[in-house]
């Protein structure tokens, strides 16, 4: 791997894992608004260590284990900083089994939201859409299906790891669902501010899932991931600090982060079934889906500006 290649899925990384963050940090900026300012320097400080080192650290090597059962964790961390050809090998072996949970998980992550989340629509087909979330149950399960009857033709132990994905996809989206009614009793009930500190670590890991999941859409490089994942997560925070306002301004940004999860996850479902890509197509993806979706939330916003004018 050269220097340009490594440039371009680090920037990539770091890109995706902002735009998929955007609500975390949407949501962090309104609690902390409720804390005095000893707690609020904690959770920026402490909880950017914890954010990157303890979950965006961790979960790679913790997600490579699990594909590679042979070995123990402590193995997989010296073999990430040392690889012999046949590690390397035998992990390479093992990829298809990470992509397609992970795949399947971002696929449903997408159909959720396009299903059966409040949004603001950028195109007529996504109103449209949610208008039947009734049928999301359904589309879902005929993806699963699908997914699992090509497993089974090509490798059965496949069909375990996209149960594992859409295991994962659910429990995760509970949590997500519940995120929106807990931050609304955090902001209108006594609660103390350890409390509020603790549930934003959990939400923060939480929503972590999605960058570190999709980060092997980009590389299976667990160095390159931590770099551009622990860059990203860095920028929230800032945004967390200073932004976050103009970040909600940008109504698509969401639609944007959603299309470019669910396009990676059919990369990656893609790839475990033998097809191969460009290492410049995930990154491509995750720049241009932003450049559009800015684009259309540029316009609003000007859009806005004339109405509120003309008044």
């Known amino acids: 791997m050269n220097i340009i290649e490594i440039i371009v899925i680090i920037f990539g990384l770091a890109l995706f894992e902002i735009i998929s963050s955007a609500d975390n940090a949407i949501i962090n900026a309104h609690v902390l608004k409720t804390l005095p300012q000893k707690y609020k320097k904690f959770f920026l400080t402490w909880g950017l260590f914890i954010a990157v080192f303890a979950v965006r650290g961790v979960l790679p090597f913790l997600i490579v284990w699990l594909a590679n059962p042979a070995f123990s964790f402590l ?82 132990i496949l069909a375990l790891s996209a149960a594992i994905g859409s295991m994962a996809f659910f429990i995760t989206d509970g949590f997500k669902k519940n995120a929106e009614e807990k931050e609304k009793q955090l902001l209108s009930s ?10 934003l670590e959990i939400l923060d890991a939480t929503f972590s899932i999605d960058g570190v999941v999709g980060a ?30 103009v970040i909600a301004k940008f109504a698509y940004l969401k639609n944007g982060a959603m299309y470019s999860i669910g396009i990676l996850g059919g990369i990656m479902v893609l790839e ?4 191969d890509f460009p290492f410049w197509l995930a990154p ?24 509120d004018k003309s008044k």
């Open 190 to 199: 006594n609660v103390s501010a350890w409390s509020k500190i603790l549930y």
């Open 75 to 156: 193995q997989v961390i010296g073999f990430v900083f040392h690889p012999t050809p046949e590690i390397n090998a035998y992990v390479e072996k093992s990829q298809p089994l990470l992509l397609l949970a992970g795949g399947v998980y971002l696929f449903l992550v997408a159909l959720s939201w396009l299903f059966m989340e409040e949004k603001k629509y950028a195109f007529l087909a996504e109103k449209f859409i949610h208008k039947q979330s009734v049928w999301f149950y359904a589309v879902a399960s005929l993806f699963f299906v699908g997914v699992i009857y090509f497993s089974v033709k090509v490798n059965p």
């Open 284 to 307: 491509l993806n995750t720049v241009l889906l932003l450049v559009i979706f800015m684009g259309l939330s540029l316009r609003e916003l000007k859009l806005a500006k004339t109405i």
């Open 272 to 275: 475990a079934f033998g097809k």
């Open 216 to 245: 092997f859409a980009f590389t299976i490089s667990i160095p390159l991931i931590f770099l551009g994942n622990g860059l990203g997560a860095y920028i929230v925070r800032e945004f967390t600090i200073r932004g976050t306002d």
